[in-house]
């Protein structure tokens, strides 16, 4: 079973790759930035807490 955080990465990954192969460029590389920025900051929340 494939937990939320990957699922919803391969959808807006999926999203990313469909707005870049329509031509929409600079949305595709957004939902893709943010894809990847949203992971980092749930991943840093992640291990600050399990430091305590």
Known sequence: ME???TTSL??????AGLMIGT???G?????A???GAGLWML???SVRHDLR
Do not use: E, P, Y
């Open 10 to 15: 391969m959808a807006l990954g999926l999203l």
């Open 27 to 31: 949305g595709g590389l957004a939902v």
């Open 23 to 25: 031509g929409h460029i």
């Open 3 to 5: 937990s939320a955080t």
């Open 33 to 35: 930035v943010a894809a």
């Open 43 to 45: 991943r840093a929340d």
